[in-house]
C-alpha cells in the first residue's frame, strides 16, 4: 500500500487530471462561443441562442448550498464535464450549444469548488500543479491543433477516440478522488489548525481587504484562462494577426511552455530566485508586447467616401519585434496562475467569496467575448458595436492591466517553492509527456505545412479559377464543414482560389484556420490578405503558382471593413494580376471599393478579378467592372442559363476577367451541394 501511494506521488496524478480538465475546459468554451456566434451570424443578428453564455454563470449557486463544499459535489460536477465533452463532437451546432454549455458550466462549479476543497485542506503544492497542469493542457491544445492543420485532433473524425482515453483516464482518477489528495494532508491541516485559531481565520474572512484580494486573484486566474482561450491554444491565431512565421510561433511557443513545465516539475525552487518586483515587471513587458503585437499591424481605416484607400504591403522586419518577445515572454501566463492559485488558497476563501469571485468572472468572460467579437462584425449591433471599431487589442490590453493588477496581490512568501527531492529518472513518464508534446508539435508543424512545388508553369496555356465564399469553413446551418468543402475543391481541382468569408482564425471560429487548412491539405501557396486585426471578412487567395507582390487595399466601410486582396501569379510567362473582392456596407461603401479596384485594375494586363461582389446584373458596381473586363459567365451563357437550365440572373459571386483571355467553361455549382452559403463558381480561361 506504501509502494503504491509512493508510486502515485511520483505521477502525480493530480497534475495528469487537472491538465485533462483544463483542455476539456479550453476545448469546451471555444466550441460553446463558435457555435452561438456562428447561429447568431446566420440571421446577423444576437437572439436567444446568445443565452447560452449564461452557461458561464453556474458558480453563483454555490452560495446557496447548505453544506461545505465535498467531494461528492467535485465528482459529480467533474462528471458531467467530463461526459458532456466526449458527446459533444457528435452533435450539431445548435446542439453544441447545450452539450458544450453543459461542460463549460460544470467547469465554473468544478473548479472553484477544488479550490475551496483544496483551501480548506491548506495544500501547499496546489499552486505548482495547476500551474503546471494549465501549461501541460495548453500544450495538448497546441499539438493537437498542430497535428491536424489547426483542427483539434481529438475532436475530429475517430481520433476523438485520443479524446476517449483522455476523458477514461480522468474519469477513473475523479473516481478516485482521495487518491488525488495524495499528499500527507491530515498531518498539515493539524499542523494549520495549531497555528491558526478559529477566531482568526473568521476575522481574515470578514476582512473587506482580504474580499478584495480574493476577488483580484480570481479574476486574475479568469484572465489567464481568457489570454490563452482567445490566443495561445491556437497559435495559428497569432500568425494571423501579424502575418507572421506560423512555424516559428508554434516552435517558439511550445518551447517556452516546456521549459517552465520543465522548471516547475524538477526545480521548482528556481522560482524564489523572483522576487515580487520582477514578477510585476515580467507582467508590464508581456502586456505592453502583447498590446504592441496587435497595435503595430493596426492601420487607420478611411474616415469618409473621399478619403484615400489605404494599401498594406508585406509587414517590415520590424513590426515583429513586439511579436516575438510576448513569444519569450510567455511563461509568465503560467508563473501567474500557478502563483494566483497558491495565493488564493492559502487565503482560505470562504464559499461566498469563491463563488461571487467566479460568478464575476464568469460575466466578465461573456462581457469580453462581446468586445473582441464586436471589433469584427462592429456594424451589426448598432451603437454598442460600433465603440469597438478598430480596437482589436483593447480586449488584450484589459487582459494585460488585469493581470498586473492581480500580480499585485501575491506575496513574496508565494514565490518560495521547495527544491524537488527526486530525480528525473523516478519521474520517466513525466519527462517523456513533455518531451513528446514539444518534440510532435514541432514535427507536427513542420510535416502538416505546406511546400508546395516550384511550378514555372512552362507549356501551361488554360487555368482553372474558382471563387468561394466558405462562411467561415461551416455550410449553411451553421455546422463545421472543412472537409466537405475540401473534398468539393479537390474535385473541381481549379488552379487559383479566391476565398471569401475566411476569417475563421478567431474564437468565433473555433481559433481553426480555414485558409491555412486548405492551404496545407492541397499543398498550395497562399496569401491570407488584411490580417485578423483589422477585423476583415478575411479574403485569401490560393494558388498552384507562386504568389509575389501581395497587397491588401483597405476602403471606406461603414459595416464591416473591406479588405480587397491584389497578388501576382506567374504561369509561364504570363503574370496574372488577381483581384479578390467583398464588399459589403451600404451603396457609398461599396461604390468607393469598386471604383478603387477598378482604379488599381486600370492599365494592367492578364487581369482577373473575382469574390463575392454584393452586386448584381446591371448595377452600378457590376457595370463598372464590364465597362473594362469581361463577364466570364455571360460570355458562354448570355441568356442567363448554365449548362443545367438554371437562371443565373441573381448571381452576386462573379469572376470578371481581361478581354484578351478565351474562356473555355464556367460552371456554377448551387447550395447545398457547394457545401456553404454561396453557390461555387469557376471557370477554365485560355491565354
Known amino acids: 500500500m506504501e509502494q503504491s501511494k509512493k508510486l502515485l506521488d511520483k505521477i502525480n496524478i493530480e497534475m495528469i487530471f487537472l491538465s ?69 463532437p457528435f452533435f450539431a451546432t445548435l446542439g453544441k450549444i447545450i452539450t458544450a454549455g453543459l461542460s463549460v458550466g460544470s467547469f465554473m462549479i468544478f473548479f472553484p469548488s477544488y479550490l475551496l476543497y483544496s483551501s480548506s485542506l491548506t495544500k501547499k503544492s496546489n499552486g505548482l500543479n495547476f500551474g503546471l497542469s494549465l501549461a501541460i493542457g495548453t500544450g495538448l491544445s497546441i499539438l493537437f491543433r498542430t497535428l491536424n492543420y489547426t483542427i483539434d485532433i481529438s475532436m475530429y473524425s475517430w481520433y476523438q477516440s485520443i479524446g476517449v482515453i483522455l476523458a477514461l483516464i480522468a474519469l477513473v482518477l475523479l473516481l478516485s478522488f482521495d487518491k488525488i489528495q495524495n499528499y500527507d494532508q491530515k498531518d498539515e491541516v493539524l499542523k494549520e489548525k495549531e497555528l491558526e485559531k478559529e477566531e482568526d481565520i473568521k476575522k481574515k474572512k470578514s476582512n473587506f481587504n482580504s474580499e478584495i484580494k480574493i476577488l483580484g486573484l480570481i479574476l486574475g486566474i479568469i484572465n489567464v484562462f481568457l489570454l490563452i482561450y482567445f490566443a495561445f491554444e491556437s497559435p495559428t491565431v497569432i500568425s494571423r494577426w501579424t502575418q507572421g512565421n506560423y512555424l516559428a510561433i508554434i516552435i517558439i511557443l511550445i518551447i517556452m511552455i516546456s521549459i517552465y513545465v520543465s522548471i516547475a516539475q524538477f526545480r521548482p525552487d528556481w522560482f524564489g530566485l523572483l522576487k515580487i518586483w520582477m514578477i510585476l515587471l515580467w507582467n508590464f513587458l508581456f502586456a505592453i508586447s502583447l498590446v504592441l503585437t496587435i497595435f503595430v499591424h493596426t492601420i ?25 518577445m510576448m513569444l519569450l515572454l510567455s511563461p509568465i501566463i503560467f508563473i ?7 495565493e488564493l488558497i492559502r487565503n482560505i476563501p470562504s464559499k461566498k467569496q469563491i463563488s461571487l469571485g467566479f460568478t464575476l468572472g464568469g460575466l466578465y468572460i461573456i462581457i469580453m467575448a462581446f468586445i473582441i467579437i464586436f471589433t469584427n462584425i462592429w456594424g451589426y449591433v448598432g451603437a454598442v458595436s460600433l465603440i469597438f471599431r478598430n480596437l482589436f487589442w483593447f480586449p488584450f490590453l484589459l487582459i494585460g492591466i488585469g493581470l498586473f493588477i492581480s500580480a499585485l496581490f501575491i506575496k513574496n512568501t508565494s514565490i518560495q517553492f521547495k527544491k524537488f527531492k527526486g530525480s528525473i529518472k523516478e519521474n520517466v513518464p513525466t519527462v517523456i509527456f513533455i518531451f513528446f508534446i514539444l518534440i510532435g508539435t514541432i514535427f507536427g508543424g513542420i510535416i502538416t505545412m505546406a511546400n508546395p512545388e516550384p511550378l514555372t508553369g512552362q507549356g501551361v496555356h488554360s487555368l482553372k479559377v474558382m471563387t468561394y465564399n466558405v462562411q467561415m469553413g461551416v455550410n449553411e446551418t451553421g455546422d463545421f464543414n472543412y472537409d466537405s468543402q475540401l473534398r468539393l475543391i479537390q474535385e473541381i481541382n481549379p488552379d487559383i482560389i479566391a476565398f471569401q468569408e475566411s476569417d475563421s482564425a478567431k474564437i468565433g471560429g473555433k481559433n481553426s484556420d480555414v485558409i491555412r487548412y486548405f492551404a496545407d491539405k492541397l499543398n498550395y501557396y497562399s496569401y491570407y490578405g488584411p490580417k485578423k486585426v483589422t477585423g476583415t471578412y478575411g479574403t485569401a487567395v490560393l494558388s498552384r503558382y507562386p ?79 464590364t465597362a473594362i473586363l469581361v463577364d466570364s459567365f455571360l460570355f458562354l451563357y448570355p441568356d442567363h442559363f ?6 443565373r440572373t441573381l448571381r452576386i459571386d462573379h469572376i470578371f476577367v481581361s478581354p484578351e483571355f478565351t474562356i473555355k467553361e464556367a460552371h456554377y455549382i448551387s447550395k447545398p451541394e457547394s ?3 454561396h453557390p461555387v463558381y469557376w471557370i477554365v480561361i485560355e491565354f
Open 20 to 88: 485533462i480538465l483544463f483542455l476539456f475546459f479550453l476545448q469546451m468554451i471555444t466550441e460553446l462561443i463558435s457555435a452561438i456566434y456562428m447561429l447568431d451570424l446566420l440571421n446577423t443578428s444576437v437572439d436567444e441562442k446568445a443565452a447560452g453564455l449564461f452557461f458561464l454563470l453556474p458558480s453563483f449557486f454555490l452560495i446557496f448550498s447548505k453544506k461545505e463544499i465535498s467531494p461528492k459535489l467535485i465528482k459529480i460536477s467533474g462528471i458531467i464535464l467530463i461526459v458532456a465533452r466526449l458527446i459533444t
Open 300 to 324: 487607420n481605416f478611411p474616415e469618409t467616401v473621399s478619403s484615400p484607400a489605404i494599401i498594406v504591403g508585406t509587414p517590415y522586419w520590424y513590426q515583429q519585434i513586439p511579436l516575438y
Open 336 to 342: 501567474n496562475f500557478m502563483l494566483f492559485t497558491r
Open 547 to 625: 504568389i509575389t507582390n501581395a497587397l491588401s487595399i483597405f476602403t471606406y466601410s461603414d459595416e464591416d471593413e473591406i479588405g480587397t486582396v491584389q497578388v501576382e501569379i506567374t504561369v509561364g510567362d504570363t503574370i496574372f494580376n488577381v483581384f479578390n473582392s467583398h464588399p459589403d456596407g451600404s451603396d457609398d461603401a461599396k461604390l468607393i471599393q469598386i471604383q478603387t479596384l477598378m482604379s488599381q485594375i486600370e492599365g494592367l494586363n492578364n487581369v482577373i478579378s473575382l469574390g463575392d461582389f454584393n452586386s448584381k446584373e446591371n448595377s452600378t458596381y457590376y457595370n463598372a467592372s
Open 642 to 647: 448554365d449548362e443545367n437550365g438554371v437562371n
Open 675 to 677: 457545401q456553404t452559403d
